[in-house]
């Protein structure tokens, strides 16, 4: 699945606030995941950022007032509105948010986006107060109730001095809604995405726990891609790392955690990908005290966890949920055996035999060598991949499933 902004015409406003440095990042980054950009800047933007550094950035011609009245005349905000996928305005200032309420004429920005037929997503920056006053509210609401779509502002630092609601957010943040919001109609829309990442942490008293060395790379990987396939995305993650925007990201430590999080969210969901490490094993008691060493080492006894996916396969039996299911073997030797043995038991209709023989592939690294395997035998091994080229790779093949129902 390629990244729903590749090849895609990003129309990018900039308006008069200190956080229009930010959009050069912005401009930038777009660029390089493969947009066309065209930035427009209104006059005030001007003030604080060249057009210039926008051409610089983008290889394209940065427009400014002056053009409404140049070259193509009259016609150059209804090309520039009528040919855009995405209207971008980051940072947008309360006057601009106004004028757009209101439907202004009065400068190139908002002309373009008065003739522009696509989805408009803004990332308000203003000081503390404006963005709460009555005015701004009244103006916020008008357009969301047009179906404009907003991100921020965040809480925090501002120009002035002042620390409040106003900041606009990072430019990833900012990217990850363009992202989100151009993939709404990808080939998995409406389809309910179950996934898991990370290692499990079972604790052996209030400091100290075994864990193991899966990342949550992959896992998070594979919510962006299902994401980027238009999918409503659910993560069961132990790890700290940043989610896309918009997925419902539900943390947890232990198996048990996670066991009671994959059977609630499973229901009634059309995809899991089961991509965490759960632990085997867990200390049967967790101690209430921190193990002191003066006792010496400890005889920590270990019972087994609950196996979620032999859980799932139960409760599919039952209920059809989730529709489909893909689990994940890390494998040091026998790798088809192996996890061709694991996909039968779990009732799996694809697992992801993954070799971890290699230290340049597997857990840590950003590299997979995996094989996947289906439940009617067939292997298709894969060429060794990076962990977002193998989430692409997964999702993939889910996009065919359902096609195909
Ligand atoms: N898994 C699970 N619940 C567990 C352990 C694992 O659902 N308690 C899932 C993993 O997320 C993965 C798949 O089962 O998708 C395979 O995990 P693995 O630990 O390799 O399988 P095991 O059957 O435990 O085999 P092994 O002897 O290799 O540990």
């Known amino acids: 699945?390629?990244?729903?902004?590749?090849?895609?015409?990003?129309?990018?406003?900039?308006?008069?606030?200190?956080?229009?440095?930010?959009?050069?990042?912005?401009?930038?980054?777009?660029?390089?995941?493969?947009?066309?950009?065209?930035?427009?800047?209104?006059?005030?933007?001007?003030?604080?950022?060249?057009?210039?550094?926008?051409?610089?950035?983008?290889?394209?011609?940065?427009?400014?007032?002056?053009?409404?009245?140049?070259?193509?005349?009259?016609?150059?905000h209804v090309g520039l509105g009528r040919a855009a996928d995405l209207l971008l305005i980051a940072p947008v200032s309360a006057n601009t948010l106004a004028r757009l309420a209101y439907g202004f004429g009065d400068n190139l920005l908002v002309l373009t986006a008065l003739a522009s037929h696509c989805p408009m997503l803004l990332a308000p920056a203003m000081d503390v107060g404006m963005f709460e006053h009555p005015a701004t509210q009244a103006s916020v609401k008008i357009l969301e109730q047009r179906g404009v779509h907003f991100i921020g502002p965040a809480e925090g630092y501002l120009a002035s001095g002042l620390v409040g609601r106003g900041r606009m957010v990072e430019p990833l943040e900012v990217i990850g809604a363009a992202r989100w919001l151009l993939s709404r109609k990808g080939p998995l829309a409406g389809k309910k995405v179950v996934v898991t990442a990370g290692g499990t942490q079972e604790p052996?008293?209030?400091?100290?726990?075994?864990?193991?060395?899966?990342?949550?790379?992959?896992?998070?990987a594979i919510v962006q891609a299902a994401q980027d396939a238009g999918a409503d995305v659910t993560l069961i993650s132990t790890t700290n790392l940043t989610a896309p925007i918009n997925t419902n990201l539900i943390h947890v430590q232990t198996v048990a955690d996670m066991h009671a999080a994959v059977m609630k969210e499973s229901a009634g969901s059309d995809l899991l990908i089961m991509a965490a490490a759960p632990a085997d094993f867990r200390p049967a008691h967790k101690a209430a005290d921190k193990i002191k060493k003066e006792n010496g080492p400890p005889a920590i006894e270990m019972v087994?966890?609950?196996?979620?996916?032999?859980?799932?396969?139960?409760?599919?039996?039952?209920?059809?949920?989730?529709?489909?299911?893909?689990?994940?073997?890390?494998?040091?030797r026998d790798l088809l055996d192996n996890a061709s043995a694991?996909?039968?038991?779990?009732?799996?209709?694809?697992?992801?035999?993954?070799?971890?023989?290699?230290?340049?592939?597997?857990?840590?690294?950003?590299?997979?060598?995996?094989?996947?395997?289906?439940?009617?035998?067939?292997?298709?091994?894969?060429?060794?991949?990076?962990?977002?080229?193998?989430?692409?790779?997964?999702?993939?093949r889910a996009v065919v499933w359902f096609q195909t129902k």
């Open 1 to 76: 699945m390629a990244n729903p902004l590749a090849g895609k015409k990003v129309l990018l406003g900039v308006t008069g606030s200190i956080a229009a440095y930010k959009a050069a990042e912005i401009a930038s980054q777009l660029t390089q995941i493969g947009a066309i950009v065209d930035v427009v800047l209104t006059e005030s933007a001007v003030k604080f950022i060249s057009p210039l550094t926008f051409q610089s950035l983008t290889g394209r011609k940065a427009y400014v007032d002056a053009d409404l009245w140049g070259g193509e005349g009259h016609v150059t």
């Open 204 to 220: 052996i008293d209030p400091v100290r726990l075994i864990t193991n060395r899966s990342s949550g790379k992959q896992g998070h």
């Open 304 to 332: 087994p966890t609950i196996d979620i996916l032999l859980a799932v396969a139960e409760e599919r039996g039952k209920s059809g949920w989730p529709k489909k299911v893909i689990g994940f073997a890390a494998e040091s």
């Open 342 to 396: 694991k996909l039968k038991r779990k009732n799996l209709d694809m697992i992801v035999a993954n070799d971890i023989s290699q230290p340049d592939s597997g857990f840590e690294v950003d590299m997979n060598r995996v094989t996947f395997i289906f439940s009617d035998g067939t292997a298709d091994p894969q060429p060794k991949m990076s962990k977002h080229e193998v989430a692409d790779a997964i999702i993939d």
